[in-house]
């Protein structure tokens, strides 16, 4: 590298330039060599070279400057006096497809989405499409000057303009030869804003300051001051510092909806049912196996098939519409040939049409099926019929184990239960059939008899003899469970009086093993729902657990491994979902409690239903704010919906097929969980495989339906429809990815 001085520049800054020079002559003198020109130049024709390859300078000196604006790339101050344009250096883009606001929007697509509520197709609009293609890097034409925008993430000459993540290669990270950077140093005058787009067929709306739609990463990009200043106080991901010794909840609580994809008209979007309910870990569906195996993403459905909802259309008295051959049920994404028949948005089967379904229930008019509630909303709800019952609707059941042992009465809980049951006892679900029990324990077992209906008196039987069939012995089978709304009295006046019955109680063993059996008799002929509160590990046989391992010696160590110890509760959680029982447990321990083998039978991934709460160190008076943690979960427990002997299947294209289930609940075959009980709170995942080629398809639909038996001895049928585009573009399945739902997956396979 040589340093030059202009034989008539006394002011050209002595420092380190560029080895590409202004026209020169071609002799050689003083060892200097002649320049190298552009590949577009030759030495026959250098005199075409009239402006050095890097921008005019200016001198600070002689140069007014606010009369020639500086270009954001170029840090020099000084002015070569030997190259002055005579008008403002104006480069163009060599790619203009990258930031051009006069880029030529594509024809609008039709028929990639169809809404199919009639035979007309829906429009695919191209200012809604994702740029298929990633921008050009390191490209460079020495027949045009290049110039990059400048970095958004450093500068913005608005004021008060947040920085925004770069949706393309920063200037930093392009190297051009021509021109030299400094990083970390803006600009000292300002200049025009570009309109950056990512998208080749963009429209004027775009241009014109409107919202993009999501693009990389799933962030919609704006250009507009107004949304620019809505995001001030929003930092960047890569400035954000959590102290996780001090911080114990790092997550946002509200979860954000997921990006919906630009493939989708807004029809479609709204039609599909809330991504509260139902969402999928990609919104655009790959083509092939060997395209979703290329986006190292999965592929998975999670869902809510019982959550609260705002407003729910329940449709009652009506014969229920279904595919005769994949058995799906009529949603808004089937296609209407005409008022007979309709096609199915899953397989593609053309069904008939039953008369009633022209029936409108809202305007009691006939003739336009798409007028229908089933093909309006993607979730819906059916009253069902005797078809979809194996058994009258049986009363909402409800049976308290109560741990008594000395332990559990030092950590005072049981005021706390029964303070929280009698006020909770109106809101508990159910109907004028709702029966609830209780069951006390340390190493006898206590039975209640709660049936007196006047006097509101209440027996007790202890059980002490255990070594038998502790589930052969059921004194009083019809007393146990009493009937709520006869018994009222009774259960008040026994709550009222339980924590000073065991009060001075010493027992210091828990007999949960038999206590469960006993439940699982009790409970065997109708189903329901065995609320456990266990205070400390179980140690007596049936069901004993150990707190430590022995090594042989007298020395004792803890597990190295967490595991279970024992498969009695494995056996007694299958037993209790082929009889459409669930078991929750209340964790609060102070010593180990072995979770590992307990939570395999409350709350197996294969098996039960079940949840399990955990307070760990529960104590009235040293641990409060675990007490008011335990008093608001079980207020919630006690008054939340449910469902019983419930079962969900989810439906998908033939070319699709589910690869594994995750969630609480037994799995009866490829698509069917067993659900003793179902509840607003329970989430599932589903892992979906491509089988076949989906070339043949432009969307998919996914449908999850949910037979359950309300608390009023209702037998109903919940079912959620999403319809999700299908590409055989790389770009835009990534950058439709629901990041949320993709980390839920990721952390149950």
């Known amino acids: 590298m040589t340093t030059i001085r202009p034989s008539n520049s006394s002011s050209f800054p002595d420092k380190m330039v560029n080895p ?25 024709n250098s005199s075409q070279v009239n402006a050095p390859i890097f921008p005019p300078m200016m001198n600070t000196s002689n140069i007014n400057p606010t009369q020639t604006p500086a270009l954001a790339n170029v840090l020099n101050t000084k002015t070569n006096p030997t190259v002055l344009l005579p008008t403002p250096y104006n480069p163009t883009l060599q790619s203009p497809h990258l930031f051009s606001s006069n880029a030529t929007s594509t024809p609008p697509l039709s028929n990639v989405y169809s809404t199919t509520m009639n035979s007309t197709p829906s429009t695919y609009f191209g200012n809604t499409s994702v740029n298929s293609s990633a921008p050009p890097l390191n490209t460079y034409n020495a027949s045009q000057i290049s110039s990059l925008p400048p970095p958004p993430n450093i500068y913005s000459p608005v004021s008060n303009r947040p920085a925004i993540r770069p949706m393309y290669p920063t200037s930093s990270s392009l190297h051009h030869p021509q021109v030299s950077q400094q990083q970390n140093q803006a600009p000292s005058t300002s200049y025009p804003n570009p309109q950056y787009n990512l998208n080749s067929n963009s429209t004027a709306a775009e241009h014109s300051g409107q919202s993009m739609p999501y693009g990389i990463g799933g962030n919609a990009v704006s250009t507009t001051n107004q949304q620019a200043n809505n995001n001030l106080n929003a930092p960047l991901s890569n400035n954000d510092m959590v102290d996780l010794l001090k911080e114990k909840s ?12 630009p493939l989708l008209s807004e029809e479609n979007q709204q039609m599909n049912c809330s991504p509260e309910v139902m969402r999928c870990s990609l919104n655009v569906i790959p083509q092939t196996k060997e395209l979703l195996n290329k986006s190292r993403l999965p592929l998975g459905i999670l869902i809510h098939p019982f959550k609260d909802l705002e407003s729910l259309n329940v449709i009652q008295g009506t014969k229920i519409v279904r595919c005769d051959s994949c058995k799906s049920y009529i949603n808004p994404f089937i296609t209407f040939l005409d008022n007979t028949r309709w096609r199915c948005s899953i397989c593609y089967r053309v069904n008939d049409l039953p008369q009633e379904f022209l029936f409108d229930p809202v305007t009691k008019t006939y003739g336009d099926p798409s007028r229908r509630p089933e093909v309006r909303f993607g979730t819906v709800e059916y009253t069902a019929t005797a078809d979809y019952m194996a058994r009258p609707p049986q009363p909402a059941m409800y049976l308290f184990l109560l741990d008594v042992s000395h332990n559990a009465i030092q950590t005072g809980y049981l005021q706390s239960f029964c303070d929280i049951l009698s006020e909770c006892l109106n809101g508990l679900p159910g109907d004028a059939r709702t029966k609830i029990g209780f069951i006390a324990y340390d190493s006898r077992i206590h039975y209640y008899d709660l049936s007196d209906r006047q006097n509101g008196i209440f027996r007790v039987i202890i059980a002490p003899d255990l070594d038998s069939k502790p589930e052969d012995f059921l004194p009083m089978p019809d007393g146990l469970m009493a009937t709520l709304c006869e018994c009222r009295l009774t259960v008040e006046t026994f709550l009222n009086e339980l924590p000073k019955i065991y009060q001075d109680n010493n027992e210091t063993d828990s007999a949960l093993g038999a206590a469960l059996q006993i439940a ?21 046989n049936p069901g004993a657990l150990h707190e430590l391992i022995s090594t042989g010696g007298h020395a004792t160590k803890e597990p190295t491994t967490i595991g279970p110890t024992s498969d009695y509760y494995k056996k007694l959680s299958l037993d209790y979902a082929s009889v459409q029982i669930a078991c929750d447990l209340f964790l609060l321990n102070s010593h180990h409690i072995d979770l590992a083998t307990l939570s395999k039978f409350f709350s197996s991934r294969q098996m039960n239903s079940g949840e399990v709460k955990y307070y760990p160190g529960f104590h009235s008076v040293q641990k409060p704010h675990e007490v008011e943690r335990f008093e608001n979960d079980f207020r919630r427990y006690l008054q939340r919906k449910i469902g019983f002997e419930a079962v969900m299947r989810l439906r998908s294209p033939p070319a699709m097929t589910i690869q594994a289930f995750h969630g609480n609940g037994f799995v009866r075959s490829v ?20 089988e076949d080629s989906l070339a043949h398809y432009t969307s998919v639909t996914f449908q999850a339906a949910l037979l359950y038996t309300s608390s009023k001895s209702e037998r109903r049928i919940r079912v959620h429809t999403l319809s999700l585009p299908v590409s055989s573009n790389l770009t835009e399945i990534c950058s439709n990815a629901d990041q949320e739902a993709i980390v839920s997956i990721i952390a149950k396979m």
């Open 20 to 44: 590409v020079f202004p026209p020169m002559s071609h002799s050689i003198g003083n060892g200097i060599r002649p320049p190298t020109f552009p590949p577009n130049v030759t030495p026959s």
């Open 250 to 261: 790092v997550i946002n609580p509200f979860a954000e909806e997921p990006p919906m994809s």
């Open 520 to 540: 699982g008799k009790l409970l065997d002929q109708t189903g329901g729902r065995i609320t456990v509160v266990q205070t400390r590990i179980p140690n007596v």
């Open 671 to 690: 698509d069917l969980l067993v659900l003793p009980n179902v509840n607003p709170d329970a989430a599932f995942g589903m892992q979906v495989t491509i």
